[in-house]
């Protein structure tokens, strides 16, 4: 009998208050949960992740993901550098782009040709983890970032561990250059198994190969909308589930992944019910075929066992969308079915 390949059971780890971060990083370890990311929703993911990295020893801890184009490179270099140290080498730097209006209109920075300036992020912050490491001059030239200053003074301590950079993707362009110079890829929770298989994994290989590398040089790490629980906390969990998937649905961006499956028009009226701001409706428009589509349906104590069943040999991690929440069955079960 073969044995599956591992899947890694991640969280993401969410509160409104920082203070409440170790305690749950502390929980999420213990369960013996792999990963640890911080996102950019409502609050900076790299201050979760210090608290996680100072208050746990073994689980990767990372952002899933910090937004690429509102920080300088060497600001990210920094960040990754100092929580890489802190970690123990633990830190992987997820980074993605965001979409146009929220990178203009709330942090007033510009946006232009996101794929060529997600690939000089990640060009500009190695070539200043490479001036560190091998204590050169900071020479770096890219279409959008020039370095050319680093001295002794600002050189951070040595760390010769590597800091893996995951990039976030939808579409196959950014996925194949995840695939050409990322280490790994965040995938976003609006996908299917087959969307993965069809197009997400080709791309991603087509960019490995402009690379020179193979798929076990990578990681892709998959966020899961999950649908558990019984009677009314199923209905519950299923009327969420089509809440988040209306909404990213909405996005133009990622249309793709909808007409992958014919469902093309419905992300067209979506995003005009979304652009008049009739976000109730939204949900209606999700069927049951799209629910079981974008959404692993089980409970609690046969979820792992559906992931493998709809997941195995497609992403290398995976994390339940959903804040992990120690009480809630569904993880202690996800780590014993994964573990």
Known sequence: MSVP??????????????????????????????????????????????????H????????????????????????????????????????????RAHVERRFGMPWERPAARLRDVVGAVRAVW??????????????????????????????????????????????????????????????????????????????LQRSGRTRDA?????????VTGDGDARARDAAEARQTIAFYASTPSYRGVLAHHGWEE?????SRLAAAQRWAEMPALISDEMLDTFAVIAPATAMAARLRERHTGLPDRVSPYRRFDPDDPLWLALAQGLG
Do not use: K
């Not at 002794?152 to 040595?158: D, E, I, K, Y």
């Not at 990578?218 to 999950?226: L, P």
């Open 56 to 99: 746990t020893t073994r689980a990767a801890i990372g952002t899933a993901i910090a937004l690429a184009f509102v920080r300088s490179p060497t600001s990210l270099a920094y960040l990754a550098w100092d929580l890489a140290r802190l970690s123990g080498g633990r830190f992987v730097l997820g980074l993605g782009t965001q979409v």
């Open 218 to 226: 990578f990681t892709i790490a998959s966020s899961v909308i999950m």
């Open 130 to 207: 490479r001036s560190w490491r091998e204590r050169t001059p900071l020479r770096y030239q890219g279409p959008f970032y020039s370095l050319s200053l680093m001295t002794p003074f600002f050189t951070p301590p040595r760390f010769e561990g590597t800091i893996p950079i995951y990039l976030a993707a939808v579409n196959p362009a950014m996925c194949r250059l995840a695939g050409e110079v990322a280490d790994g890829l965040h995938v976003h929770p609006l996908h299917s198994a087959a969307y993965l298989r069809d197009v997400i994994i080709p791309a991603v290989e087509r960019g």
């Open 5 to 54: 390949p591992p899947m890694h059971l991640d969280a993401n780890i969410a509160a409104d208050d920082l203070q409440a971060i170790p305690r749950l990083a502390r929980a999420a370890e213990a369960m013996g949960i792999a990963g640890l990311w911080f996102n950019e929703i409502a609050h900076d993911p790299f201050l979760g992740s210090a608290l996680a990295a100072e």
């Open 266 to 270: 419905v992300g067209e009226r979506l």
